[in-house]
């Protein structure tokens, strides 16, 4: 369980980016993050691992708490946090598999790392993640010979090597394709819900939340304007959290999207588009 008490940060520049958020993430759930640009989604997945120091406020994840640790401590509890980036951050030149061992860096000691000679059970349990998020082939390529999805599922079997408590997702989908998007939700939700996994997902596709996760977090300026089930997000929700003019619009760039979309399938179907 993770809670949030009053959590704040403002930044040096005096920007208000959270004020007092307070909720809490059960076993098992995976919540998307949604909100205008700026609203705060960034800094409140990055409050939660202290990759920003909030301002005040408490973070606890299964009873322990995060917020006040030294950096010795913090760097042995923020492996209970897995990370997953919008632009992947996996080291190029390396292999898939070193990346995904690289998960493994915050347990082993120095030697092991700088050596780069990991226990049997840490390869095991790499080889059996690249299974799961489909990239047993491709164990042996460089990072920078794969397409942005399946760079993604390294990112997704990085951070499980870790076994975490908690998955951050931090926009996974927006430098990919709509349909590689819904692919990589789809292995997202499944491999948490197959584990138990609660993660935080923040994603600006305000459909692709809709349709995968269980609970949704509107957040706008800061403050937690929203919090429901995806069925409970209706149209003078969104307004309210996105602003009249930004909802229509990003309503429209949807419908355009899928319109797009479904025209490239007729065509390919042979079909009139
Ligand atoms: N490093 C920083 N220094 C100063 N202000 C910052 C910093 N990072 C973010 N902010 C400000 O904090 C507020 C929240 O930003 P944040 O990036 O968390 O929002 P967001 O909802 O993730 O936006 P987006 O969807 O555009 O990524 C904004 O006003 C932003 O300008």
Redesign the pocket.
Known sequence: MLELHDLT?T???G????SAVSLSVPRGQLVGLI????????????CINRL?EPTSGRVLLGGRELTGLGARELRAQRRRIGMIFQEYALVERLSVMENVLSGRLGYVGFWTSFTRRFPPEDIRRAYRLLDRVGLMDHADKRADALSGGQRQRVGIARALAQEPELLLVD?PTASLDPRTSRQIMRLLVEICTEVGLPAIV?I?DVPLAQQFMQRIIG?RA?RVVFDGTPAQLTESVLTEIYGAEDWTAMRKGHEEEEGAEADALRRLAGLPA
Request: charge should be positive.
């Open positions: 940060k930044y040096r520049t920007d208000r980016a959270l909100g205008p640009s700026g609203a705060g989604k960034s800094t409140l997945i990055r920003v926009e923040n600006h957040l800061g």
